[in-house]
């Protein structure tokens, strides 16, 4: 990555309407209907932006979505990128440098996650208020890095306490259930074992995942306030661990979408 890359993906971007939005979205696996909402859209596929990964599981569309939500300017991206691809970090993480370049001072993140805290369940969602990073790298570490930041990022805090406080509210004004945890980032595509299930929950994690770190990173490099919400699609529990059904995950984080998008737009509402 350079910044001559960055210049033009952002060029490509102006000369598609693309222009100052507030804040940027990352919908996750089988979160994809925000888009529905959003007026005056304008889109810029993957492959047509210099420089952009393409998305490549079947499940995430590679889009890049310019438009109007609660009267505030957005870009969302519908469908993101992984380490289980064949990415490095720097190339998932990508994007987040493109929509802090075209402008975004807030960014929202989702995932789908399995709950590792069997106190929750599926259909659930669960805001982040930490994270454990399992992915073996950093999206930092690369030559030449201070170009974009400074190298040594404090992650004492890596999510917006503020964004996170309305959210809580948020729910709770709307009665939604949203509970409030760790995220433990692993690379995949496989699921876990039920030894390595038991590990996690050891290690403090209420769920597991294959994405949102590396972003989550990136935006506290850029000193970009972050906020990341996690919609429970099963329940990892080692001693009735079930075969995992992909289908019935991508149908239990369609069915939890609503709430996740009322939580969204409500604070977009008020950002």
Same mark, same amino acid.
């Given at each position: 990555?350079?910044?001559?890359?960055?210049?033009?993906?952002?060029?490509?971007?102006?000369?598609?309407? /693309?222009?100052?939005?507030? !804040?940027?979205? +990352?919908?996750?696996?089988g979160?994809?209907?925000?888009?529905?909402?959003?007026?005056? #859209? &304008?889109?810029?596929a993957?492959?047509? !932006? #210099? /420089? /952009? #990964?393409?998305?490549?599981?079947?499940?995430?569309?590679?889009k890049?979505?310019?438009?109007?939500?609660?009267?505030?300017?957005?870009? +969302?991206?519908?469908?993101?990128?992984? =380490?289980?691809? %064949?990415?490095?970090?720097?190339?998932?993480?990508?994007?987040?440098?493109?929509?802090?370049?075209?402008? !975004?001072? *807030? =960014?929202? $993140?989702?995932?789908?996650?399995?709950?590792?805290?069997?106190?929750?369940?599926?259909?659930?969602?669960?805001?982040?208020?930490?994270?454990?990073?399992?992915?073996?790298?950093?999206?930092?570490?690369?030559?030449?890095?201070?170009?974009?930041?400074?190298? /040594? $990022?404090?992650?004492?805090?890596?999510?917006?306490?503020?964004?996170?406080s309305?959210?809580? @509210?948020? @729910?709770?004004?709307?009665?939604?259930?949203?509970?409030?945890? $760790?995220?433990?980032? $692993? +690379? %995949?595509?496989?699921?876990?074992t039920?030894?390595?299930?038991? *590990?996690?929950?050891?290690?403090g994690?209420?769920?597991? %995942?294959?994405?949102? &770190? #590396?972003e989550?990173?990136?935006?506290?490099?850029l000193?970009?306030?972050?906020?990341?919400?996690? &919609?429970?699609?099963?329940?990892?529990?080692?001693?009735?661990?079930?075969? +995992?059904?992909?289908?019935?995950?991508?149908?239990v984080?369609?069915?939890?979408?609503?709430?996740? !998008?009322?939580? *969204?737009?409500?604070?977009?509402?008020?950002?």
């Amino acid at each position: 990555m350079t910044e001559k890359q960055l210049k033009e993906s952002v060029s490509y971007l102006h000369k598609k309407g /693309f222009e100052k939005p507030d !804040i940027g979205i +990352v919908l996750g696996t089988g979160l994809g209907k925000l888009i529905d909402e959003i007026k005056d #859209p &304008v889109v810029a596929a993957y492959n047509n !932006i #210099p /420089f /952009f #990964p393409l998305a490549t599981v079947e499940f995430h569309t590679g889009k890049l979505i310019y438009g109007t939500l609660e009267n505030k300017k957005i870009v +969302v991206m519908q469908g993101r990128f992984h =380490l289980y691809e %064949g990415y490095d970090l720097v190339d998932v993480t990508y994007p987040i440098r493109v929509m802090h370049q075209l402008g !975004i001072k *807030f =960014l929202l $993140v989702s995932n789908a996650a399995g709950a590792i805290n069997l106190e929750y369940q599926k259909g659930e969602m669960m805001l982040l208020d930490d994270h454990i990073n399992l992915q073996g790298g950093s999206p930092l570490a690369f030559k030449g890095v201070e170009r974009f930041g400074e190298r /040594f $990022v404090d992650m004492s805090a890596p999510y917006c306490t503020k964004m996170n406080s309305r959210l809580l @509210a948020i @729910a709770k004004e709307n009665d939604i259930q949203l509970h409030k945890g $760790v995220y433990a980032s $692993v +690379v %995949g595509p496989q699921l876990e074992t039920r030894a390595e299930y038991r *590990f996690l929950g050891r290690i403090g994690a209420d769920a597991v %995942g294959m994405s949102t &770190v #590396p972003e989550v990173i990136v935006a506290n490099h850029l000193k970009l306030p972050v906020s990341a919400v996690s &919609v429970l699609t099963d329940e990892c529990d080692p001693d009735n661990l079930k075969p +995992v059904d992909i289908p019935e995950i991508i149908e239990v984080a369609s069915k939890a979408e609503p709430k996740m !998008i009322s939580l *969204f737009k409500n604070l977009i509402k008020e950002l």
